[in-house]
C-alpha cells in the first residue's frame, strides 16, 4: 500500500507546496549571491589596484621615475594607455632586452639586460583598440565588475610644490573620459561636468575633484591617503561611472557632489 502511494506521485497541493518552498528559497539566495558577487568583485579590483602599484613601485625602482600621464598625440596617447604601455613594455615583455633593447622615453638605462614586466595579465583583463586605423593595441588595464571599466592613472608632477594642485588640468583628464562620453553600456562617465548658471558646484572639476579628494595636505580623516600620493589609479567601480552620482526625480543620473551622491569609484587614495 504504502509502495503504490510513493508510485502515485506527488498531489496538487503537496506540488503546489514544494513550488513555494523552491520560490522563497530562490528569493532568500538570489540576493545574496548578488552580494556575494559584488563583494568578490570589489575584491579583486582592490587587489588590482595594488598590485598595479607594485609594478609602478618596481618600475620608478629600475628607472628613477613613474611613467608619465600627460596626453600626446601619438601611441600611448592618454594616461590608462600609458600604464598598460610602461608597465608591460611595447611588446608585453618588458624593457631592455625584452623589448629587443628599447627603453621608454628619457630613460637612461643598460639595453643589455630586461626590465620588467612590471604587470601582466590575461588578455581578457585589458580593453584593445586600433591605432590610428592601423594595429590593434592593449589600451587600458580593466576592472572586474560587468561590464568592466578602465583603470585610469594619472601621475602626480614631481616639481609640485604647492599644498594644492589642479591634477586634472594638467594631466589633460578629458582625454581620459569625454564630458559627456556614453560606454558600449549607454552610461556616462560624469567625470567632468559643466554645471549651470547657479550651480553651486563651482568650476568644471569640481564633481570630480571632491570625489577623489585631491591633493589636500590635511591630517582629517576625510583627506587621508593609505597608499602613494604619487599617481592616482582609479577604477569606475560598480556603476561604471567616474565620480558621484544621484538620480533626479524623473529617473535619470547625473553627476553630484560626493556628500550628496552615491560614490562607489575604487582608488589608490582614501
Partial sequence: MRRARILRGFTLVELLIVMLIIGVLV???VPTLGQAMHTVRKGKT????KNLELGLEAYQKDFGEYPPSQYENTYPRTGREKLVFHLRGPRGTGWGVGAAGALPDGIRARRTRTYGPYYDTDAEQMRYARVDGAETRPVAFLDFFEPPGDILYFRVPANDSRETR???????FTYE???WEADTEGRYNYARY???PGDPAGGEDEYFNDCVVAFEKSSTSEHTRYHSDKYLLISPGPDGRYGAIRRTEDGDVEPAPRVRGSYDDITNWR
Fill in 46 to 49: 582592490r587587489r588590482l589596484i
Fill in 177 to 179: 573620459v569625454g564630458r
Fill in 166 to 172: 589642479d591634477l586634472w588640468r594638467d594631466n589633460n
Fill in 27 to 29: 528569493g532568500i539566495l
Fill in 194 to 196: 559643466n554645471p549651470q
